[in-house]
């Protein structure tokens, strides 16, 4: 989560037993990472955690990936995550330092192209999905059912889910876990201001807004003033990024959102998923709450099963 994915959440969500992935774009520079993933290794004491590689489009942003990569190594990170672009500059040299590659794309063909590149695991994500989810026009749920098919190395699926009842689904459906963001915008250890923490908690389920499509560059936002002016922008015709002046420019959003608390200034990645967080409350505690929800929601799914088996004998549903 750019500006937001530092030590203090990631931490927070290993020790509690999930995954957590350093945002290395969040940097200044490479000694600042540095310094980040040291912290990191310090808050959760030899568990694992990752780095996020955010690639760009357009070449010229991605000079300092390499660097990331070697810096991550040699501070003994062996998980990357990989999204923006094709990850095929990134799995010789992750695997050679002996890492691993979970490659985060928004359609079933990216995703196959990814696991033929050789990437170690997949994140498929649907249109549902705070930040970019692309062009892609596919629900989490589905884009999952239709990747399952034709992917055969571990794969999560992600984009909407805030609430356990929904990982119980994604495992029911196949997948090995899910990605998650918009719900952990909540978390304490997040360090952006709680004027918009309580705006998400606020919100429902349409907290969230799609931006930039005219522009194919699909952005699924926080539904604020700066959203609705960038859409009135779109709609009058704005059809290059430098049309929207700093409006759209996340150093905007760390300032005036995440630092000031101004939260109608700037443009904030959120999905539906959002909705689900009704407290500002430690990460711990939120993947307890989504871990008991799930096994809740996955117990009343066994029962219903042996239940369906015992009446429908001839169905075969349980073997
Ligand atoms: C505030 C915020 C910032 C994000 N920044 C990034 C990013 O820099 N790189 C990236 O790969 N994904 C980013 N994402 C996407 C998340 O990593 C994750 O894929 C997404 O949140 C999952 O969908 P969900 O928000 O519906 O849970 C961001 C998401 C949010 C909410």
Request: charged fraction near 20%; include cysteine.
């Amino acid at each position: 989560m750019h500006h937001l994915g530092e030590s203090g959440i990631v931490a927070a969500v290993v020790n509690a037993g999930a995954m957590g992935f350093i945002t290395a774009r969040s940097f200044s520079s490479t000694d600042a990472l540095r310094g980040d993933l040291r912290r990191c290794r310090a808050l959760t004491g030899g568990r694992p955690f990752g780095v996020n590689l955010t690639l760009s489009r357009r070449a010229e942003q991605n000079r300092e990936v390499a660097d990331w990569i070697r810096t991550a190594l040699e501070e003994g990170v062996r998980h990357f995550e990989s999204a923006g672009a094709s990850p095929e500059q990134l799995v010789e040299p992750i695997q050679r330092g002996g890492g691993l590659l979970i490659h985060k794309c928004p359609s079933v063909r990216h995703a196959v192209s990814a696991q033929r590149l050789g990437v170690d695991a997949l994140a498929l994500v649907g249109l549902e999905e705070g930040g970019h989810p692309g062009a892609n026009q596919l629900s989490a749920f589905v884009n999952g059912a239709y990747a399952l098919e034709e992917i055969h190395i571990p794969l999560v699926i992600g984009g909407g889910i805030g609430n356990g009842r929904q990982i119980a689904a994604a495992l029911a459906l196949g997948a090995d876990g899910v990605v998650m963001g918009s719900r952990f915008m909540v978390a304490t250890e997040i360090v952006a201001h709680d004027a918009l923490k309580q705006r998400i908690v606020a919100a429902g389920a349409h907290c969230s807004t799609a931006i930039l499509a005219s522009l194919g560059d699909t952005w699924r936002v926080m539904d604020n003033e700066a959203a609705r002016e960038v859409q009135r922008l779109e709609a009058a015709g704005a059809r290059r990024h430098s049309e929207f002046g700093d409006l759209i420019l996340s150093s905007r959003t760390r300032q005036r959102v995440y630092r000031d608390g101004e939260v109608e200034a700037g443009i904030v990645s959120l999905g539906p998923a959002g909705g689900f967080a009704d407290a500002i409350v430690p990460a711990a505690q939120i993947v307890g709450q989504l871990i008991g929800e799930a096994a809740q929601a996955a117990h009343a799914f066994a029962r219903r099963v042996v239940d369906a088996d015992a009446s429908c004998p001839a169905t075969g549903a349980v073997s």
